[in-house]
């Protein structure tokens, strides 16, 4: 079942990209969309009018479930082993968060992806880059592609092409376990971004693809001490991503 789930998700990918690149109207092309558990998140229109999405919100009424009082705490049971041999490191959202709890990084963002995911490859080098520019102000950047077996080198590949080093991280299957403890909120779909702080609790998020222009005001204010509390909100509509 898992398969077919990623077969669709795959198909969605390849609408969006006959969208985008050659301008064939696609009415319902999606975000790649991750089949986690039992259930898929399908999405209708992956794309915005503009290069920003609708300005998050950070006011306490609207993000009262990440205010600081109701933040989502780091898990503390044991996660289950992890496989560590080769270029290729399978990890459990559970020991993710305890690794980022562990490191010595002020903020870590993780970035879910997958080699097959058109948006995920696009958004990819930004993300490296980012990572090269604030590592000095004590930002990480973890890269956890949700490739199966079957695809999983081709991750290792792109990756390594990107100067990410072996081994990277792959998720562990089943896929649910790793979303829930990443955050509930998110429906499943590719890519997603989480910024974490030292102590592995979750602050931001980001469904969907993301922009630099999202992405450093929320880290800088989050480095300054504010409030950055929240989700990103995606603006949905059918047609292409102007990116």
């Avoid at 229109?45 to 300005?55: D, H, I, N, V, Y």
């Avoid at 289950?80 to 270029?87: F, I, V, W």
Wanted: contains cysteine; proline residues 9%; charged residues 20%.
């Amino acid at each position: 079942m898992e398969k077919i789930f990623w077969g669709l998700t795959e198909a969605l990918c390849l609408a969006y990209e006959m969208e985008v690149l050659s301008n064939f109207p696609v009415p319902h092309c999606l975000f790649a969309v991750v089949a986690l558990g039992a259930s898929v998140a399908l999405f209708p229109g992956c794309s915005r009018k503009s290069s920003r999405r609708t300005p998050p919100t950070h006011s306490r009424g609207v993000a009262a479930a990440t205010s600081p009082s109701a933040q989502e705490t780091a898990p503390t049971s044991t996660p289950p082993p992890s496989t560590k041999s080769g270029p290729i490191h399978s990890i459990g959202g559970l020991e993710l968060r305890k690794e980022i709890a562990q490191s010595t990084a002020r903020a870590t963002i993780v970035n879910a992806w997958a080699s097959w995911c058109g948006p995920c490859r696009r958004e990819f080098p930004m993300l490296v880059a980012l990572k090269d520019s604030l590592g000095h102000q004590g930002v990480d950047v973890i890269f956890v592609s949700v490739d199966d077996t079957e695809t999983e080198h081709a991750a290792l590949e792109f990756a390594e092409q990107h100067g990410v080093p072996s081994p990277i991280y792959v998720a562990q299957r089943p896929l649910g376990p790793f979303k829930d403890a990443m955050t509930p909120k998110w429906p499943g779909m590719l890519p997603a971004t989480f910024l974490f702080d030292a102590r592995g609790e979750l602050r931001y998020f980001w469904p969907g693809p993301v922009y630099e222009n999202e992405l450093l005001p929320i880290i800088e204010g989050f480095l300054a001490g504010k409030n950055i509390d929240g989700v990103a909100r995606v603006g949905l509509t059918h047609g292409k991503d102007y990116r």
